[in-house]
């Protein structure tokens, strides 16, 4: 869109100024103003920065150069580059220095202000290095057109810029990742109020704040472009404007708190460009938008839309632009969508449609990007997907298309994303014929057949490759065919063969090629056994995962961001070396046999690492004893290893630790309740290790006390004593969990590096009775297993305030009393395991209420009286109530009857209710099915291999 928009500006620039660019002058220009050019100049360092580079060339398309350096002294200015003259007296009236390098600080004094006859400026794409924006813009009062858009000025709008009366067309818009000037109401009433001439307004992503809408009434009727894209605008928008007859653009997307009054288009509008994305407002608002029949741009994107799309929508027959994605629409692609012949981009990923897409051979003649991805689309692919000549952009993964994907006649093709459907059958020849291709994108499809590898060399200019998750055959003898064209190769910077069928030794020529571009490489799930050496020399993801590799742990580039070589049989001691590796924020070395010390400068590469696994293998030693200070570390898993203790409590500069998990080791250690002051502590797991004394915690009780843990493991340990009562207390996250589970399912879910994959959190916990290893964590899980010690006393009340518990395991221990009737508050508890300890009393009926429990054990206790009846506890077994002589009733043998004898005397309110006393053998079996069972779904891949996605294409990080 930023694109369009700049075409936009330029179109208005050179439609109403087309002596803007320098032309034939009679007159040498004045030297006070030629010495104000050059003085201009010199105050600025002519440099091409990433930001200049990424706005000029990547996002507006336009040429950038230092059109400064055919400003000589001497020469005549009115025929230096980007400088206009009048030509009849030479003065300077228009300066066009836009994409020309120009970079520093702008000076306040700048000589620019001395071009007192000077009436179009445009310095956009320039980079002034947030340098304060001038107030004496406001002297340059013969200006007509400014346009400072995208320089990277900050602070704010200087007032004085409301004194330029004369402006036809101002514009001030920053891009998205630049949000640095302000606006305050009063200076905008002052630009609203005298600009009476203004016809082109650009304030796209200047900040706002508190802004009433209500102030652009007062607009002139002649306005023709209005550009307010994410300025945060909030309140009702004025409908005066949207119905003025000369407007021809209008930009209000991104501005979440912004609402419309009913859209009524009337047909004798002049609109042509419409924005209202990431607005949320009802399909009834837009009812009549195919009154306006000179649309060419429409953007409804992320703007809650739902239901069917509007088969109107076909008789804007103007239309180039079509945007829609990411909303909630359902249906079919309706065929009235085919009349939008001039139809050149058309984006509707991101939301529920299903069927197949409309076909007819001649269809969308100028098409040139196609998105539909993230549906539930279906069928063949169309016909004139093959046939559109302009077509340069294909993105249709995640949906459900079947069948072979056909010879392609254009040759235009330059990124084509089909991924993750049910494609079928051998690639198609034409796509080798793609000079201009850049992305070839076929993951997760039924595709067959051998790979000539030869037949890439034909594409010079591919930079993603990904032809994981399919059935080609990629042994390593044809794999070595893929030389020639990787050896050629200078921009490939993604290749995925990751799930295919690559055996023995990395290829030698796979460790030569693409030393320089190559940037991401996944050959995971393969049945990789050797790797020698990792010689690329700027990767910043590197996949080795779940092969056969062995010998000593292979030592990556230092620019590595992500190295995952988990699941292979590496064997010998870390070498040091690898803390040379600096960069690194992910660190995967779980599943192996690596043996020794972990070493000692681990400790400063936490700095940096965020994810470190080194589950199941062979360390032993103390666990690091000094964290540096700055550690960034939010994932520590060290389970599965021969750790020793005590722990250090320098683990506490690891402020960001979300994830601690060190069970299954040697640890020999009382609670480290400091732990409790890591602010961010999810999951705490110390299970299995030699962990003993009380859990009673003898500081300040006004500390923090693990306040965000949801899961809390210390099961098989010799802890003793009473249970924490003041740590479950303090449980705040379980006693309320209200995390958002729809904007993020799993915990510690990342976006590496902008790849597209996704590492997340992974623990190994006893669910249900039975070993779990969880690869993904649920945000809505919360746990608490204290099994498997030698806790005593009562379960406190208190545990009845964890409301958001799934799962309390409590077995194993020598707990007495009674079970607490709070416990009958857990209402969405789907697994309560109290057996083996020494419970008395009745089974409370509160208990009744846990209707989302799909298993029970109060097995091997001293229970007594009748099992209650009714809801779940019609579906737990025999083994739920085995070991408590004094039960009775279903499911067990004996009968419960009303001539049982009454309760002890000391039976306390938590024993049970005067219901649960009075209550009879009454089964009643209303079929409540068999209970709530959580769905685990848990294979095991830690490191969901990552899909890369465009870099100049909004598209809200979805995966492609």
């Keep these: 869109m930023a694109s369009l928009l700049t075409s936009y500006h330029f179109l208005y620039l050179f439609f109403f100024f087309p002596h803007l660019s320098a032309s034939s002058v009679t007159h040498l220009c004045s030297h006070h103003e030629a010495t104000a050019l050059i003085h201009f100049k010199n105050s600025f360092s002519i440099i091409k920065t990433e930001f200049t580079s990424f706005l000029c060339d990547d996002i507006a398309g336009l040429k950038s150069y230092p059109k400064t350096n055919s400003w000589k002294k001497g020469t005549d200015c009115c025929s230096w580059d980007g400088v206009t003259c009048d030509h009849l007296n030479a003065h300077v009236i228009a300066l066009d220095l836009s994409c020309c390098w120009l970079y520093g600080n702008f000076p306040s004094n700048s000589t620019l202000f001395l071009l007192p006859y000077i009436q179009k400026l445009n310095l956009a794409y320039n980079d002034f290095n947030y340098s304060k924006m001038p107030f004496e813009f406001g002297q340059l009062t013969r200006l007509v057109y400014l346009n400072i858009s995208e320089t990277l000025f900050a602070g704010k709008v200087p007032s004085q810029i409301s004194h330029l009366s004369k402006l036809v067309s101002l514009d001030l818009s920053h891009n998205v990742f630049f949000d640095q000037l302000t606006l305050d109401k009063n ?28 102030v652009f009434m007062n607009l002139s009727s002649s306005i023709k472009s209005l550009s307010l894209g994410g300025c945060d605008l909030q309140g009702k928008f004025p409908s005066n404007i949207l119905h003025s007859p000369n407007l021809n653009l209008l930009n209000l997307g991104y501005n979440r708190n912004l609402s419309l009054d009913l859209l009524k288009f009337n047909q004798s509008g002049n609109l042509e460009h419409l924005d209202l994305s990431w607005m949320s407002f009802f399909t009834k608002l837009i009812d009549s938008i195919d009154n306006l029949h000179d649309l060419k ?24 632009y079509l945007d829609l994605s990411w909303n909630q629409l359902s249906g079919q692609v309706p065929l009235s969508i085919l009349n939008l012949t001039q139809l050149q981009h058309l984006i509707i990923a991101e939301n529920s449609l299903e069927g197949p897409i409309p076909d007819e051979v001649a269809a969308f003649p100028n098409l040139m990007s196609l998105d539909l991805s993230n549906n539930l689309l279906n069928g063949k692919l169309p016909s004139w997907l093959y046939t559109a000549s302009s077509l340069t952009e294909i993105y249709l993964s995640q949906n459900q298309f079947s069948g072979h994907i056909k010879e392609f006649q254009s040759k235009s093709l330059e990124m084509i994303v089909l991924g993750n459907n049910k494609l079928q059958g051998p690639l198609p020849s034409s796509i080798f014929q793609f000079l201009n291709l850049t992305w070839l994108l076929l993951y997760s499809n039924n595709l067959s057949g051998v790979i000539e590898f030869s037949m890439f060399s034909n594409l010079p200019n591919l930079e993603y490759l990904d032809l994981s998750l399919n059935s080609l055959s990629l042994s390593s003898n044809n794999v070595s065919q893929f030389s020639p064209f990787l050896k050629g190769s200078k921009k490939l910077k993604a290749l995925d063969l990751s799930n295919n069928r690559i055996e023995g030794k990395i290829p030698q020529w796979l460790q030569e090629v693409t030393c320089d571009s190559l940037s991401y ?16 020399k700027n990767i910043n993801i590197l996949d080795l995962s779940s092969n056969l590799i062995h010998g000593n742990l292979p030592i990556p580039s230092s620019t590595i961001n992500v190295f995952l070589i988990s699941n292979n049989s590496l064997g010998g001691k870390i070498s040091s070396l690898i803390c040379n590796v600096s960069a690194l924020q992910v660190l995967d070395l779980s599943h192996n046999k690596l043996i020794g010390t972990i070493p000692q400068c681990f400790g400063n590469l936490s700095n940096n690492l965020e994810f470190l696994n080194l589950k199941k293998n062979k360390f032993y030693g103390m666990i690091l004893p000094t964290f540096a200070k700055g550690c960034q570390l939010s994932y520590l898993n060290l389970n599965g290893n021969q750790f020793e203790g005590p722990l250090s409590p320098s683990i506490l500069n690891c402020r960001s630790l979300e994830v601690l998990d060190l069970g299954n080791n040697k640890i020999n250690d009382t609670f480290p309740h ?9 999951v705490l797991v110390l299970k299995s290790n030699q962990m003993h004394g009380s859990l009673h915690d003898h500081s300040s009780k006004s500390s923090p006390c693990f306040s965000k843990i949801q899961i809390f493991d210390l099961s098989s340990n010799y802890f003793s004593g009473p ?27 990342q976006d590496v590096n902008g790849s597209g994959g996704f590492y997340s959190y992974s623990i190994g916990i006893v669910m249900k009775g039975q070993d779990i290893a969880l690869n993904k964590i649920f945000v809505m899980w919360a746990i608490i297993d204290l099994s498997n010690n030698k806790f005593d006393g009562e379960i406190p009340k208190v545990i009845g305030k964890l409301r958001s518990l799934k799962g309390l395991n409590l077995s194993h221990n020598n707990l007495n009393g009674y079970i607490p009737t709070s416990i009958g508050s857990l209402t969405n508890l789907e697994w309560l395991d109290l057996s083996s300890n020494k419970l008395v009393g009745r089974i409370p009926r509160e208990l009744l209420n846990l209707t989302a429990l799909s298993m029970l054990n109060l097995s091997t206790n001293e229970l007594v009286g009748c099992i209650p009846q009714g809801k779940q506890f019609n579906t737990f077994g025999n083994t739920s109530y085995e070991g408590n002589k004094g039960l009775h009733g279903f499911p067990l043998s004996s009968d419960c009857n009303n001539n049982e004898l009454p309760p002890p005397s000391n039976l306390s309110e938590e024993g049970g209710s005067k219901s ?7 089964v009643v079996l209303l079929g409540y099915g068999c209970g709530v069972v ?21 598209n809200g990080g979805r995966r492609i």
Excluded: C
């Design 674 to 682: 400091w732990l409790g002051s890591l602010p961010r502590l999810q």
């Design 723 to 749: 249970l924490p009562g003041r740590y479950i207390n303090s449980f705040k996250a379980i006693i309320n969990l209200t995390k958002d589970a729809s904007t993020m399912t799993y915990m510690g879910v």
């Design 934 to 954: 959580l769905g685990l779904g848990v294979g095991y891949v830690v490191f969901q291999t990552g899909k890369p996605m465009t870099g100049n294409r909004s």
């Design 521 to 536: 490489l996944n050959l995971s799930h393969n049945s990789l056994t050797e790797v020698e050496q990792l010689p690329w």
């Design 916 to 922: 649960n006393i009075d209550f009879g053998w009454k």
């Design 297 to 320: 741009y429409l953007d409804l994107s992320h703007s809650n839309l739902r239901g069917s799309i509007s088969r109107s929508l076909g008789n804007l027959l103007q239309l180039t």
């Design 187 to 214: 200076i905008l009433e002052g630009l609203v109020h005298n600009l009476t001439e203004v016809r082109h307004l650009f304030l796209d992503r200047i900040i706002m704040p508190s802004i009433n809408p209500n």
